[in-house]
Protein backbone atom coordinates (compact mmCIF):
# COMPACT_ATOMS: atom_id res chain seq x y z
CA UNK A 1 0.00 0.00 0.00
CA UNK A 2 1.40 3.28 -1.26
CA UNK A 3 -0.57 5.46 0.75
CA UNK A 4 -1.92 6.99 -2.10
CA UNK A 5 -5.72 6.71 -2.05
CA UNK A 6 -8.28 6.72 -5.47
CA UNK A 7 -11.73 6.80 -6.05
CA UNK A 8 -13.91 5.22 -7.35
CA UNK A 9 -11.97 2.21 -8.12
CA UNK A 10 -14.08 1.30 -11.03
CA UNK A 11 -16.87 3.68 -13.07
CA UNK A 12 -18.63 2.79 -16.10
CA UNK A 13 -20.40 5.53 -17.81
CA UNK A 14 -21.89 6.35 -21.30
CA UNK A 15 -20.23 8.59 -24.20
CA UNK A 16 -21.13 12.40 -23.41
CA UNK A 17 -20.89 12.26 -19.94
CA UNK A 18 -18.94 13.92 -17.04
CA UNK A 19 -17.09 11.94 -14.77
CA UNK A 20 -15.50 13.18 -11.27
CA UNK A 21 -11.86 11.08 -10.01
CA UNK A 22 -10.75 11.51 -6.80
CA UNK A 23 -7.33 11.09 -5.21
CA UNK A 24 -5.87 11.88 -1.86
CA UNK A 25 -1.85 11.97 -1.63
CA UNK A 26 0.18 10.36 0.96
CA UNK A 27 0.21 12.12 4.32
CA UNK A 28 2.91 15.30 3.65
CA UNK A 29 2.85 14.85 -0.04
CA UNK A 30 2.11 18.33 -1.48
CA UNK A 31 2.40 17.09 -5.34
CA UNK A 32 -0.20 14.95 -7.14
CA UNK A 33 0.08 13.90 -10.41
CA UNK A 34 -2.54 12.26 -13.09
CA UNK A 35 -1.73 9.97 -15.47
CA UNK A 36 -3.70 8.02 -18.16
CA UNK A 37 -2.90 4.42 -19.25
CA UNK A 38 -4.12 2.67 -22.18
CA UNK A 39 -3.43 -0.44 -24.00
CA UNK A 40 -1.63 0.99 -26.54
CA UNK A 41 0.06 4.36 -25.19
CA UNK A 42 1.13 3.05 -21.84
CA UNK A 43 1.81 5.74 -19.02
CA UNK A 44 0.80 9.31 -20.49
CA UNK A 45 1.37 12.07 -18.05
CA UNK A 46 -1.46 14.66 -17.93
CA UNK A 47 -1.14 16.91 -15.01
CA UNK A 48 0.65 17.96 -11.89
CA UNK A 49 -0.22 20.09 -9.03
CA UNK A 50 1.89 21.21 -6.36
CA UNK A 51 0.12 22.92 -3.31
CA UNK A 52 -3.18 23.95 -5.05
CA UNK A 53 -1.35 25.36 -7.73
CA UNK A 54 -0.94 23.90 -11.38
CA UNK A 55 2.94 22.84 -12.06
CA UNK A 56 3.48 20.87 -15.23
CA UNK A 57 0.88 20.02 -17.99
CA UNK A 58 1.24 17.01 -20.43
CA UNK A 59 -0.96 15.69 -22.99
CA UNK A 60 -3.97 16.68 -20.98
CA UNK A 61 -7.13 17.35 -23.40
CA UNK A 62 -9.30 20.20 -22.95
CA UNK A 63 -12.25 18.35 -22.20
CA UNK A 64 -10.24 17.48 -19.42
CA UNK A 65 -9.13 19.50 -15.85
CA UNK A 66 -8.38 19.39 -12.51
CA UNK A 67 -7.63 20.74 -9.19
CA UNK A 68 -6.26 20.13 -5.84
CA UNK A 69 -8.01 21.56 -3.25
CA UNK A 70 -6.82 23.20 0.35
CA UNK A 71 -6.69 19.69 1.55
CA UNK A 72 -4.34 18.96 -0.76
CA UNK A 73 -6.78 16.28 -2.22
CA UNK A 74 -6.99 16.33 -6.02
CA UNK A 75 -10.00 15.98 -8.15
CA UNK A 76 -10.05 15.28 -12.48
CA UNK A 77 -12.97 15.59 -14.19
CA UNK A 78 -13.42 14.58 -17.72
CA UNK A 79 -15.98 15.91 -19.94
CA UNK A 80 -17.82 14.72 -23.13
CA UNK A 81 -16.46 11.49 -22.76
CA UNK A 82 -15.69 9.75 -26.07
CA UNK A 83 -14.99 6.00 -26.14
CA UNK A 84 -11.41 6.09 -26.62
CA UNK A 85 -10.95 7.90 -23.17
CA UNK A 86 -11.52 4.61 -21.22
CA UNK A 87 -8.51 4.09 -19.67
CA UNK A 88 -6.80 3.50 -16.23
CA UNK A 89 -6.45 6.49 -14.70
CA UNK A 90 -3.87 6.78 -12.29
CA UNK A 91 -2.82 9.73 -9.33
CA UNK A 92 0.64 9.74 -7.95
CA UNK A 93 2.36 11.95 -5.34
CA UNK A 94 5.10 13.44 -4.29
CA UNK A 95 6.66 15.25 -1.32
CA UNK A 96 8.31 17.80 -3.08
CA UNK A 97 7.29 19.72 -6.85
CA UNK A 98 9.63 17.53 -9.30
CA UNK A 99 12.07 19.45 -10.89
CA UNK A 100 15.45 19.18 -10.71
CA UNK A 101 15.21 17.32 -7.50
CA UNK A 102 12.69 15.21 -8.26
CA UNK A 103 11.52 13.02 -5.88
CA UNK A 104 9.92 9.55 -5.66
CA UNK A 105 6.66 9.48 -7.14
CA UNK A 106 3.90 6.98 -5.65
CA UNK A 107 1.12 5.51 -7.41
CA UNK A 108 -2.43 4.87 -5.99
CA UNK A 109 -4.46 1.90 -7.06
CA UNK A 110 -5.90 3.50 -9.78
CA UNK A 111 -9.31 4.21 -11.45
CA UNK A 112 -10.90 2.24 -14.79
CA UNK A 113 -12.98 4.01 -16.83
CA UNK A 114 -14.92 2.02 -19.40
CA UNK A 115 -16.80 4.70 -21.48
CA UNK A 116 -19.97 2.53 -23.30
CA UNK B 1 8.89 17.61 -24.72
CA UNK B 2 10.69 14.53 -23.40
CA UNK B 3 11.00 11.69 -25.66
CA UNK B 4 11.48 7.90 -23.51
CA UNK B 5 11.71 5.36 -25.42
CA UNK B 6 12.34 1.52 -23.95
CA UNK B 7 13.09 -1.70 -25.79
CA UNK B 8 12.32 -4.66 -25.80
CA UNK B 9 8.38 -4.64 -25.86
CA UNK B 10 8.54 -8.13 -24.48
CA UNK B 11 11.36 -9.94 -23.31
CA UNK B 12 10.86 -14.05 -22.45
CA UNK B 13 13.51 -15.61 -19.96
CA UNK B 14 13.94 -19.10 -18.62
CA UNK B 15 13.96 -18.49 -14.37
CA UNK B 16 17.72 -18.08 -13.55
CA UNK B 17 18.36 -16.08 -16.20
CA UNK B 18 19.14 -12.37 -16.25
CA UNK B 19 16.86 -9.82 -17.93
CA UNK B 20 18.10 -6.18 -19.41
CA UNK B 21 16.14 -3.57 -20.36
CA UNK B 22 16.97 -0.26 -21.99
CA UNK B 23 15.46 2.89 -22.48
CA UNK B 24 16.98 6.34 -24.00
CA UNK B 25 15.63 9.74 -23.28
CA UNK B 26 15.83 12.78 -25.75
CA UNK B 27 15.68 15.56 -23.06
CA UNK B 28 19.80 16.39 -21.96
CA UNK B 29 18.30 18.44 -18.92
CA UNK B 30 17.02 15.32 -17.47
CA UNK B 31 18.74 13.85 -14.37
CA UNK B 32 16.34 11.19 -12.62
CA UNK B 33 15.85 8.00 -14.26
CA UNK B 34 13.42 5.86 -12.06
CA UNK B 35 12.43 2.07 -12.52
CA UNK B 36 8.76 1.03 -12.03
CA UNK B 37 7.43 -2.54 -11.77
CA UNK B 38 3.30 -3.00 -12.76
CA UNK B 39 1.90 -6.00 -12.23
CA UNK B 40 -1.91 -7.07 -13.99
CA UNK B 41 -4.20 -5.03 -12.64
CA UNK B 42 -1.91 -3.29 -10.18
CA UNK B 43 -0.41 0.24 -9.56
CA UNK B 44 3.25 0.84 -10.90
CA UNK B 45 5.59 0.08 -8.15
CA UNK B 46 9.42 1.94 -7.55
CA UNK B 47 11.82 -1.03 -7.70
CA UNK B 48 14.63 1.39 -8.17
CA UNK B 49 15.78 5.10 -9.62
CA UNK B 50 18.79 6.79 -10.72
CA UNK B 51 19.94 10.05 -10.37
CA UNK B 52 22.67 11.79 -12.56
CA UNK B 53 25.29 11.77 -10.51
CA UNK B 54 25.82 8.24 -10.07
CA UNK B 55 26.49 5.64 -13.35
CA UNK B 56 25.16 2.82 -11.61
CA UNK B 57 22.90 1.72 -8.59
CA UNK B 58 22.37 -1.40 -7.16
CA UNK B 59 19.50 -2.95 -5.05
CA UNK B 60 20.14 -7.20 -4.65
CA UNK B 61 19.27 -8.66 -7.60
CA UNK B 62 18.74 -5.39 -9.71
CA UNK B 63 21.14 -2.98 -11.10
CA UNK B 64 20.58 0.15 -12.80
CA UNK B 65 23.06 1.76 -15.32
CA UNK B 66 22.96 5.51 -16.72
CA UNK B 67 25.35 6.91 -19.76
CA UNK B 68 24.93 10.15 -19.60
CA UNK B 69 26.64 11.14 -22.63
CA UNK B 70 24.75 8.52 -25.23
CA UNK B 71 21.21 9.37 -23.33
CA UNK B 72 20.23 5.75 -22.28
CA UNK B 73 19.74 3.87 -19.43
CA UNK B 74 18.90 0.11 -18.75
CA UNK B 75 17.42 -2.26 -15.71
CA UNK B 76 19.42 -5.53 -14.85
CA UNK B 77 17.32 -8.61 -13.21
CA UNK B 78 19.98 -11.50 -12.29
CA UNK B 79 18.79 -14.74 -11.48
CA UNK B 80 14.98 -14.26 -12.35
CA UNK B 81 12.00 -16.00 -10.68
CA UNK B 82 8.53 -15.98 -11.50
CA UNK B 83 7.39 -13.50 -9.58
CA UNK B 84 9.46 -11.03 -11.64
CA UNK B 85 6.86 -11.55 -14.37
CA UNK B 86 5.30 -8.06 -14.90
CA UNK B 87 4.87 -4.69 -16.94
CA UNK B 88 8.75 -3.06 -16.68
CA UNK B 89 8.03 1.02 -17.53
CA UNK B 90 11.46 3.54 -17.15
CA UNK B 91 10.90 7.23 -17.30
CA UNK B 92 13.11 10.11 -17.30
CA UNK B 93 12.40 13.82 -15.58
CA UNK B 94 11.67 16.77 -17.78
CA UNK B 95 10.75 19.75 -16.67
CA UNK B 96 8.47 19.05 -13.22
CA UNK B 97 7.17 15.84 -15.53
CA UNK B 98 8.03 12.15 -15.75
CA UNK B 99 8.05 10.76 -18.92
CA UNK B 100 7.45 7.00 -19.36
CA UNK B 101 8.37 4.72 -22.10
CA UNK B 102 5.62 1.96 -23.30
CA UNK B 103 6.99 -0.62 -21.32
CA UNK B 104 8.53 -4.49 -21.35
CA UNK B 105 6.60 -7.34 -20.87
CA UNK B 106 8.71 -10.04 -18.96
CA UNK B 107 7.98 -13.56 -18.85
CA UNK B 108 9.83 -16.02 -16.47
CA UNK B 109 9.18 -19.49 -16.89
CA UNK B 110 9.87 -21.88 -14.60
Known amino acids: DSGVTQTPKHLITATGQRVTLRCSPR?????VYWYQQSLDQGLQFLIQYYNGEERAKGNILERFSAQQFPDLHSELNLSSLELGDSALYFCASSVGAGGGLTDTQYFGPGTRLTVL | GENVEQHPSTLSVQEGDSAVIKCTYSDSASNYFPWYKQELGKRPQLIID?????GEKKDQRIAVTLNKTAKHFSLHITETQPEDSAVYFC?????????FGKGTSLLVTP
Open chain 2, 91 to 99: AANSGYALN
Open chain 2, 50 to 54: IRSNV
Open chain 1, 27 to 31: SGDLS
